[in-house]
């Protein structure tokens, strides 16, 4: 599947303004925040995001390290850490992840601020870019660092829809943005994994094939837990008429002997996003 090729296309004006907005702030900016989705560490990067951002100190945070597989999570770690990254593995719900940002935000910055004090000024605001795809946790992010809800989140892509610059007690100023995205999907594993997890509207892929993806992800890497919610036995092919038939009858979607397909597949997506499932990774080849 890595190898297909898809055409689609995910690019909402706010996206590119976001994009020449924070361009145009860059200089502004001393250190940034850029968030991934553990369960998808490879699908939820943003792609040549050193057109953006380009050299500044960064901080790589993959959020919702409590939904995932933490043994290939680690792998994960690891090779972006070999690539130069900073990383921290977080949940953005866990103060002491959050007071682990702030720390390793302010060593990153030592330096600068020395120069500063050398020099008789006073420590500076750190001006910190918070960037990633849409549903990372930016918002939650954002909330926790401030101390209070100022930005709105939702387990769906595109709430963020401005540029603003928000004050935290932490002396610290986080620069908010939306969800960015390229402009299209040249691999459909990629395109399914962002769908699978919400990071992209379910509505502009097929839901059946989002739900037959996640199935085939648990039934290659995790087939304990595909047994365990859907009493599914792993096989090497899985037959998906039986298994929509059995969890249409469970579900009661079936009507004059016909599955509602959709609905049995909406109820697999949910099954992700209302966080039945996890302990995940669905990029597992690094």
Do not use: C
């Amino acid at each position: 599947m890595n190898e297909n090729k898809t055409n689609i296309n995910w690019y909402p004006g706010h996206m590119e303004k976001a994009k020449r907005l924070i361009l145009k702030e860059y200089q502004n900016i001393d250190i940034v925040y850029e968030l991934i989705d553990a369960r998808i560490p490879k699908s939820s990067k943003i792609k040549n995001i050193k057109e953006i951002i380009g050299n500044k100190p960064k901080i790589l945070i993959m959020t919702k390290k409590d939904l995932a597989d933490s043994k290939l999570l680690n792998k994960w770690v690891k090779y972006y850490e070999e690539k130069g990254n900073k990383v921290i593995i977080a949940d953005l719900n866990n103060n002491n992840d959050i007071n682990l940002i702030i720390k390793t935000t302010h060593e990153l910055m030592q330096e600068s601020q020395n120069k500063r004090i050398a020099k008789g000024l006073k420590e500076k605001e750190i001006k910190a870019l918070v960037i990633g795809i849409p549903n990372v946790g930016k918002s939650t992010l954002i909330n926790k660092l401030v101390g209070k809800k100022v930005a709105i989140t939702g387990n769906k892509p595109g709430v963020t829809k401005g540029l603003t610059w928000l004050k935290t007690k932490h002396n610290i100023l986080l620069l908010d943005t939306p969800g960015i995205l390229w402009p299209k999907f040249d691999e459909e594993e990629t395109a399914l994994n962002l769908a699978s997890l919400f990071s992209i509207k379910i509505e502009i892929l097929d839901v059946n094939e989002i739900a037959i993806h996640i199935l085939n992800k648990l039934n290659k890497y995790y087939p304990e837990k595909l047994q365990e919610r859907y009493n599914i036995k792993p096989t090497p092919n899985l037959d998906f008429e039986e298994i929509y038939v059995e969890l249409g009858r469970k579900m009661g979607a079936i009507k004059n002997n016909e599955v509602d397909y959709e609905r049995v597949s909406n109820r697999i997506i949910n099954d992700l996003k209302d966080e039945y499932i996890k302990g995940i990774v669905f990029d597992n080849e690094i």
